[in-house]
């Protein structure tokens, strides 16, 4: 976290609580922030920053003060004239996230977990293959790739690189490399 970043959630036209912009960015799913994240218009942020500390927070908004970007009263922090023109011209510069709010509703470590080890158990039992050893996963990922994979066993070599497939030319068919010279 650092004063740009800091900056962009908040609002220039009302202070908002730092701990409440704190709890968000670390996942904390209190009522108190779960409603304050909504009535700012944060709550796309939940969970953003999961290993973000106190300090770091604290240094960010110290370091935004001390560059005259923001005020700080009563553990709410409002941009300075100088903030809203900063914040204004970064939203412009910088790239803003587009799907945050996927992470209200999937568990994204679980999910590229589970993906992980599906790719890895397909194309073992595509070469046939039965002696390995699996990728690390929690018990409970395991057991959804087991289940998964008996109940599509008869076409899952297909279906599974044709859904990958499809999944990355809609989201992106630059970053895919089988695809750069035929799309």
């Known amino acids: 976290m650092n004063e740009t970043q800091l900056i962009q959630l908040l609002s220039p036209t009302s202070p908002r609580r730092i701990r409440v912009i704190e709890n968000l960015l670390v996942g904390k799913r209190s009522v108190s922030t779960l409603y304050w994240g909504m009535r700012y218009g944060l709550l796309d942020w939940l969970g953003y920053q999961k290993h973000l500390t106190r300090q770091e927070m604290e240094t960010a908004v110290n370091d935004a003060a001390a560059k005259g970007l ?64 699996p990728l690390r996963a929690d018990y409970r990922d395991k057991q959804a790739i087991k289940r998964w994979f008996s109940a599509n066993k008869s076409d899952v070599t297909t279906r599974l690189p044709d859904a990958l497939i499809t999944f990355f030319l809609k989201h992106n068919p630059s970053r895919l490399p089988i695809c750069s010279a035929t799309c």
């Open 70 to 133: 923001v005020t700080v009263t009563d553990l709410q922090a409002s941009l300075t004239p100088s903030g809203i023109t900063l914040r204004q011209a970064n939203l412009s510069r910088q790239y803003q996230p587009k799907a945050l709010g996927i992470r209200l509703t999937v568990d994204i470590p679980h999910f590229w977990q589970r993906l992980l080890l599906a790719v890895q158990v397909v194309s073992e039992y595509s070469y046939h293959n039965r002696q390995y050893y």
